[in-house]
């Protein structure tokens, strides 16, 4: 158990980073199960996966006591409210509530590693890893805001007619999910395919906060990377 601790402190943002593009590629295909043949198994596995990348993220950033408890006060409800979707139907106060937990958290998890990588004297793979986590967990906060407002506001994005659409009634919620991670994704690599549409000013206002957050993480991130290379240089 303590090797396997060791192992994980050692690799932590590597594993995190592979948690995060683990969820990336699986909560589409796990959306469709959800959606067609098996509703409950999909929503299990969709629940599992969110659950993981939260456990991964809090041992990977949470770096004090204080820090690793206000995550786990964030974390507990949402798990909560999440995994209770699955059994008991709930309504939209139940599953705004769990996105504002999970963007709060999520939120404080990319604080952490932004302060790690702005902070780091020395270019490592660590550092590396850690500078993509922050910017997949922004799309990640992103994929909650997103849900939010859809939420609050029904209509709020133009959507494909992908054959989602005539499972909504069976899995409302995880198809939410998954189409707006799409659409945080593109709008954060500003892609632009433009067939997810977002119609109202709040969402709208959101996306183009993304996009702006997006380029300027990139910019800022290559800046404080050649700096610090630099230095190392020089020092060498």
């Avoid at 959800?34 to 969110?50: D, H, N």
């Avoid at 799309?139 to 029904?154: A, D, K």
Wanted: charged share 10%.
């Amino acid at each position: 158990m303590q090797a396997l601790i060791r192992l994980f402190r050692e690799y932590q943002f590597t594993i995190l980073l592979l948690s995060l593009l683990l969820n990336i590629l699986l909560i589409p295909a796990i959306s469709s199960l959800s959606s067609e043949q098996f509703p409950s198994i999909g929503r299990v596995a969709l629940s599992a996966s969110i659950t993981l990348l939260m456990f991964v993220a809090i041992f990977a950033t949470s770096t004090s006591r204080l820090k690793k408890s206000i995550a786990l006060l964030l974390m507990l409800p949402a798990l909560v409210l999440m995994w209770a979707r699955i059994g008991i139907p709930h309504g939209n106060w139940q599953y705004i509530l769990q996105q504002l937990l999970l963007a709060t958290f999520l939120s404080l998890v990319m604080i952490s590693l932004i302060k790690y990588v702005f902070t780091c004297k020395k270019v490592t793979f660590d550092l590396i890893n850690a500078a993509l986590c922050a910017y997949l967990i922004i799309g990640f906060l992103w994929v909650s805001l997103y849900c939010v407002v859809e939420s609050i506001y029904p209509g709020s994005f133009l959507l494909p007619d992908d054959g989602l659409g005539a499972f909504i009634g069976q899995d409302q919620h995880g198809n939410l999910f998954s189409r707006q991670l799409y659409f945080s994704f593109v709008t954060l690599l500003t892609l632009g395919y433009g067939d997810v549409v977002p119609v109202h000013s709040v969402a709208r206002l959101l996306a183009i906060t993304e996009a702006f957050i997006g380029q300027v993480f990139l910019v800022v991130l290559v800046a404080r990377l050649v700096g610090v290379h630099v230095a190392q240089s020089l020092e060498n």
